[in-house]
């Protein structure tokens, strides 16, 4: 009786459209506020220069219709198009013209579009090619004052796990704590979509980086404070962000050491640039380069293979102390070790996959390789199977296991503890299989999956969920973050041993879909970074 009455007055309301009409009022609301927070949101961080006097490039020359000009369509189109090359017919002429463009020629321009040739450069200098939407004398003052006296001062307190480790569970504990509602918690980092994250490892300074589509990195010093810029003696208007032109690419990935003295960004363009702060110079530590005689004694060389080919990932290898040993995946299936110490050196060259692998990952028994990637598969390698360059294996190896997916994966990352390895997929899954480095042959599937909406589209970047770097103890407790497509927008934390999300951190801050997320490498305070497509950076502690 009750449920009938229940009905009656559901059917009611429906047919009055006071039902409609409250959900209509509920998403104006969350829109209206969605945008004032946004607006919020943009006043701080990067500004454009709007005041020509202080620039510091020259403009470029816009773009001209030639509709509104009145020149008449040259009657071209695309006939054909077949291995990079292209057939085009049609023409204004009475006669019609064929005429076949090869695009092999474009590596040129790719390696054209490298900042600065792969010259190294200072600070001013990184700063100054960001043109002149973004860099005026006062920004390069502030970035020169921040990264010549602040940061050699907060590197010289860095992180030393064995003082400072806590136990895992007080990280946890800590992830009710947390929060995005502090005004000051957003700021626009980079120009463009954010690829790439990475925070400083300083426990007393919260530094977070960013790398976007465009090949900019910016750095965001987010304790940054009025009177701290006059005691630094720099007049910086962009609330402690400062941007740098490093690359001609989208910045892949982006890595500090353990001590922060050196910050790795590797790019689509081929190059893996390193800022080291000693020096105060960004510099080009390893670059591909194609067959051609001029490029015979580069380290790089023979690797490129055209202008669809670049560095899709990059990671440190943590086996090495010197923090000069890099993994590297490239858009064709290749995975190769770069060590860069005294001459450098390819240690391996494999084609481990036919398409792109966007990630590797090595296991903390040294031996253990994941890779994942556009062929659907997350696989398993023995390292020590692998050739060096001279001896690349003209078929690709075999691997210690594989799991098929079904679609693309995003990423896969083994857990610091090395229990498990989590991967992030287009099937909206994020897979943990337990004990991989030991598995063999087909894994059918996970020991855990869980859904999740991975479906960013295409102007957002990938969803790739990452373990926090010290939250271990022998596979407990260990948590993980990623981003999320539902709304309210927020970033997810779970507990990876079992599974489950620990909380769906969502408040004033977040604003838009944070895709790239990471931890500060902390393991005493818990705090999570999201970067937008907007360039913007939500930190939450």
Not at 177 to 182: F, G, L, N
Request: overall charge positive; charged content about 25%.
């Amino acid at each position: 009786m009750v449920k009938a009455k229940r009905e009656r007055n559901r059917e009611m309301l429906a047919r009055s459209g006071l039902l409609e009409a409250s959900s209509r009022l509920k998403d104006d609301m969350l829109e209206e506020n969605s945008k004032k927070r946004a607006s919020a949101a943009s006043k701080r961080g990067l500004k454009r220069v709007k005041d020509g006097s202080d620039l510091v490039l020259t403009p470029s020359v816009r773009r001209k219709s030639n509709r509104l000009a009145g020149v008449k369509a040259s009657g071209f189109y695309v006939e054909n198009e077949s291995g990079g090359r292209m057939t085009i017919g049609g023409g204004t002429g009475a006669k019609t013209e064929k005429i076949v463009y090869d695009d092999s020629n474009e590596k040129e321009d790719f390696f054209n579009r490298r900042v600065n040739d792969g010259s190294d450069l200072s600070v001013r200098g990184a700063v100054e090619m960001t043109g002149s939407k973004w860099a005026k004398e006062s920004s390069i003052s502030s970035a020169e004052s921040y990264m010549g006296k602040v940061l050699p001062a907060i590197m010289d307190v860095t992180l030393k796990q064995e003082e400072t480790k806590s136990s895992p569970s007080s990280l946890v504990a800590q992830v009710e704590s947390i929060s995005v509602d502090d005004p000051n918690c957003v700021a626009k980092v980079t120009p463009e979509r954010i690829y790439s994250m990475a925070c400083h490892p300083s426990p007393h300074s919260l530094l977070v980086g960013a790398g976007d589509k465009t090949g900019y990195v910016g750095l965001w010093n987010v304790d940054r404070t009025p009177s701290s810029d006059k005691e630094d003696g720099g007049n910086d208007a962009s609330d402690g962000v400062h941007l740098f032109k490093v690359h001609g690419g989208a910045v892949s990935h982006m890595e500090w050491n353990s001590s922060g003295s050196l910050l790795y960004t590797s790019s689509y363009d081929g190059s893996v640039r390193k800022f080291d702060v000693g020096t105060q110079t960004f510099s080009e530590v390893f670059a591909t380069y194609d067959e051609s005689s001029q490029y015979k004694d580069k380290l790089g060389y023979g690797l490129d293979q055209g202008y669809r080919y670049w560095i899709q990932y990059s990671c440190m290898d943590n086996r090495s102390s010197s923090d000069q040993c890099l993994f590297l995946s490239s858009s064709l299936g290749t995975v190769f070790h770069v060590d860069l110490r005294e001459k450098g050196k390819i240690t391996f060259n494999e084609t481990l996959s036919e398409k792109k692998i966007n990630t590797v990952s090595l296991h903390p028994n040294g031996t253990t390789l994941a890779t994942a990637g556009l062929d659907t598969t997350v696989a398993l390698w023995d390292i020590r199977n692998f050739g060096g360059k001279s001896m690349k294996s003209k078929k690709i190896p075999e691997p210690l296991a594989v799991q098929h997916c079904g679609k693309s994966v995003n990423s896969a990352f083994f857990s610091p503890s090395g229990r498990m390895l989590l991967s992030t997929t287009m099937a909206d899954n994020l897979d943990l299989i337990t004990d991989g480095h030991l598995r063999s042959g087909l894994i059918k599937k996970p020991d855990k999956r869980i859904r999740h909406d991975n479906r960013t589209g295409r102007w957002l970047s990938t969803f790739m969920a990452r373990w926090h770097p010290h939250s271990l103890s022998a596979g407990n407790d260990e948590i993980f973050v990623v981003g999320s497509m539902r709304r309210p927008r927020s970033i997810e934390l779970f507990n990876g041993s079992e599974g489950e999300i620990i909380r769906a951190l969502d408040g004033e801050g977040m604003t838009a879909v944070t895709s790239r997320c990471c931890f500060h490498p902390s393991s005493e305070k818990l705090v999570v970074m999201g970067g937008s497509s907007s360039g913007r950076v939500t930190v939450a502690r």
